[in-house]
């Protein structure tokens, strides 16, 4: 088996997890954790690419609130502080990678006329 | 707001607000097809496929770049908060434009060879020894993860299960997200543009969300911390507040808290929505309900809590006038908790918070 063959088998792995807690989530537990869900249906197929693809996240807040580990305060902690650090390397990195990309570009500039090196055969 | 979850809370403005940005997609496709291909350097396009293909990833380039945008742009100026309002179906909108550009890449590059067309995806280059040539597709195969991830976790479930911060640090993917196709563009059909009217107009978008991001990053650093005055923390005078409004205040501990001015008194709740924790203390008081400037949610200032059937709540904090200054207690109260206003002295309110 070849590297990608081996991704697309954890790729697939991680899809059926991801399926069986959104069916055992969306069925029993969203009732639990939440009093809006109670009675409310035709939302939750809407959440099931969403369960697929975070279910880590979405055992462990499930464990949280049913364990009554979750505080109230948590809930009111923005965090805009991480904003500056993320906006700071986001634009660090794109700078960097657009020079690295025009520096490696076979055309730049663009569309420059053809210059002849030597005189050639006419010499 | 919540009271029982339904698929998609439908209002007038967020029917207009899709009905423009949808008109807004066809209207670029439009126009990246079939009006610009010699300004865009795409007029000798191979076949149909690529064409899709190519206007497909652009649109969801300039997508992401003005979703990018809108956040920075209503910190600066509130006129922009009306694009902010309905930003997710934005979001959605562009992880479907993206999933097209890739199934057409998919379905016409890797399609045609003898093994999975998934695993021809991830082995057809492997050279990462190099920049020139680099197999920009993991970055395209990243960033299509990270939308697909913001846009199926945009229900307003999964803002009250993970909680507004944990929901947030993960829609923080939407910078690692916009880097890769930057580094996706610049690896990729950036090394083979002869065209620079695309090249211009890629820089330029990436640039105003660098230099919006970092001008909002710059105004918030901005924002003093309230001062401490033994276990009670200064938020202003008396004279500085404005009938209907809040003044906020950064508490030592980071907290954010709102003091507002009600008919003669003082209120003081978190700053933070319970929703996506918007900032409360820009929102103008209605009928004794501020309401949230991002998407409307509404809080009584005096006890925290949202009018009824509304359940959302946020935490209150205790206020006094002290030495002539408004002093808040930087012990929040439970979400939900009463506190009785203090009544600001008329002869110390400002001109304009007079009551009639």
């Not at chain 2, 700053?271 to 309401?291: F, K, S, Y």
Request: aromatic share 12%; glycine share 8%; hydrophobic share 50%.
């Amino acid at each position: 088996m070849d590297v990608a063959q081996a991704i697309l088998v954890v790729i697939q792995a991680w899809g059926i997890f991801g399926a069986l807690t959104a069916a055992v989530f969306l069925t029993v537990g969203i009732e639990r954790v939440d009093e809006d869900a109670q009675g409310a249906y035709v939302f939750r197929p809407l959440l099931i690419p969403g369960v697929m693809l975070i279910w880590p996240l979405v055992l462990w807040r499930w464990w949280r609130i049913e364990s009554q580990r979750a505080g109230w305060a948590e809930r009111y902690k923005p965090v805009r502080g991480a904003h500056g650090a993320a906006a700071l390397l986001m634009s660090l990195g794109i700078i960097a990678i657009i020079v690295t990309g025009l520096s490696v570009r076979q055309e730049w500039p663009g569309d420059t006329a053809p210059v002849q090196l030597s005189d050639g055969a006419s010499q | 707001m919540s009271v029982k979850y339904t698929p998609v809370q439908w209002n007038r403005n967020k029917w207009l607000y899709d009905g423009v940005m949808l008109a807004g997609v066809g209207a670029f496709l439009w126009i990246f097809l079939y009006v610009t291909p010699e300004v865009l350097s795409h007029e000798r396009a191979v076949n149909p496929q690529i064409h899709n293909a190519r206007a497909f990833g652009a649109c969801a380039f300039v997508m992401l770049t003005v979703i990018l945008c809108i956040g920075p742009a209503a910190r600066l100026d509130p006129r922009f908060l009306p694009l902010l309002y309905n930003r997710r179906h934005f979001g959605v909108m562009t992880a479907f434009v993206a999933l097209t550009h890739a199934s057409y890449i998919l379905n016409w590059y890797f399609n045609f060879s003898s093994s999975d067309k998934y695993v021809a995806l991830l082995y057809a280059n492997s050279s990462f020894g190099q920049v020139a040539g680099f197999p920009f597709e993991l970055f395209g195969i990243f960033a299509l993860v990270c939308l697909l991830i913001l846009a199926t976790t945009s229900h307003d479930f999964w803002l009250k299960f993970l909680t507004p911060p944990v929901w947030k640090r993960l829609h923080y993917l939407i910078y690692a997200a916009y880097f890769s196709v930057v580094a996706h563009v610049s690896l990729g059909i950036l090394q083979d543009q002869r065209n620079q009217v695309f090249t211009i107009i890629f820089i330029s978008g990436a640039a105003a969300v660098i230099v919006l991001h970092l001008a909002a990053w710059w105004a918030e650093r901005g924002r003093s911390i309230a001062a401490k005055d033994g276990a009670w923390v200064e938020v202003a005078r008396p004279s500085e507040m404005t009938e209907g409004r809040a003044r906020i205040a950064r508490l030592t501990n980071g907290d954010r808290v709102a003091v507002f001015l009600m008919e003669g008194k003082l209120s003081a709740i978190s700053n933070a929505c319970a929703h996506q924790n918007g900032p409360l203390g820009e929102g103008r008081i209605i009928d004794c309900l501020v309401t949230c400037p991002w998407h409307g949610f509404q809080y009584d200032v005096r006890t925290g809590r949202s009018p009824a059937p509304f359940t959302e709540m946020v935490p209150t904090y205790r206020i006094r006038i002290h030495n002539g200054m408004i002093e808040v207690h930087p012990d929040a109260n439970p979400p939900g908790t009463p506190v009785t206003p203090v009544p600001l002295p008329a002869a110390q309110r400002s001109k304009e918070g007079a009551l009639a």
